[in-house]
Antibody, heavy 119, light 110 residues
Framework: QVQLVQSGAEVKKPGASVKVSCKTS????????IHWVRQAPGQGLEWMGI????????LYAQEFQGRVTMTRDTSTSTVYMTLSSLSSDDTAVYYC????????????WGQGTLVTVSS | QSALTQPPSVSGSPGQSVTISCSGS?????????VSWYQKTPGTAPKLIIH???NRPSGVPDRFSGSKSGNTASLTISGLQAEDEGDYYC??????????FGTGTKVTVL
């Protein structure tokens, strides 16, 4: 069965970076894009960016450009999202999300990773 | 890219129908039939309920339906049930090859 299992909760200080992992299984890793979506407390869903199935092409929402990096390790079918220069506004649950190539919708979601930014 | 606009809340009694609008622009909702809808309940990850404007994935009840007119997409829940309570978000592909979510709508079953 398809699974996207994310790393555990993190607590970071302002200005630090966080790296969240998303280990996938149950499908052909190289034929799906992975997106990252976040939800801050009491707020809506926010699309952050995508790392495409080729593992090279990335596209980030303008709000995060320069602060976010998405990478992957094909040998372990794991995708990573690194967000730097954290502020309290980055406190949120971060989700990795799967999209089959050229379908433009998200069919499986990770369980979410809570990142708390606090001094 | 600004979030797509949804009403903050809608409500209805069991058995009634409710419709949630998702207003975008000619650069997203109006340009592509790549609108999807997600249901989110507290403590759980969002669940896909509609893709490509009006297509239901396997396992999603047929009381959920989607449509689009111009720059506005809509989700209708017919025969509202208590289990339909939650937050609903639309999403669209955009002309800059990115994606954008709606502001979210809380559905309450009275």
């Amino acid at each position: 069965q398809v699974q996207l299992v994310q790393s555990g909760a993190e607590v970071k200080k302002p200005g630090a970076s966080v790296k969240v992992s998303c280990k996938t299984s149950g499908y052909t890793f190289t034929t799906y894009h992975i997106h990252w979506v976040r939800q801050a407390p009491g707020q809506g869903l926010e699309w952050m960016g995508i790392i495409k199935s080729d593992g090279v092409t990335t596209l980030y929402a303008q709000e995060f450009q320069g602060r976010v990096t998405m990478t992957r390790d094909t040998s372990t079918s794991t995708v990573y999202m690194t967000l730097s220069s954290l502020s309290s506004d980055d406190t949120a649950v971060y989700y990795c999300v799967r999209e089959r190539e050229i379908t433009f919708y998200f069919d499986y979601w990770g369980q979410g990773t809570l990142v708390t930014v606090s001094s | 890219q600004s979030a797509l606009t949804q009403p903050p809340s809608v409500s209805g009694s069991p058995g009634q129908s409710v419709t949630i609008s998702c207003s975008g622009s000619s650069n997203d909702v109006g340009r592509y039939n790549r609108v999807s809808w997600y249901q989110k309940t507290p403590g759980t990850a969002p669940k896909l309920i509609i893709h490509d404007v009006s297509n239901r994935p396997s396992g999603v009840p047929d009381r959920f339906s989607g449509s689009k007119s111009g720059n506005t997409a809509s989700l209708t829940i017919s025969g509202l049930q208590a289990e339909d309570e939650g937050d609903y978000y639309c999403n669209s592909y955009t002309s800059t090859y990115t994606y954008v979510f709606g502001t979210g709508t809380k559905v309450t079953v009275l």
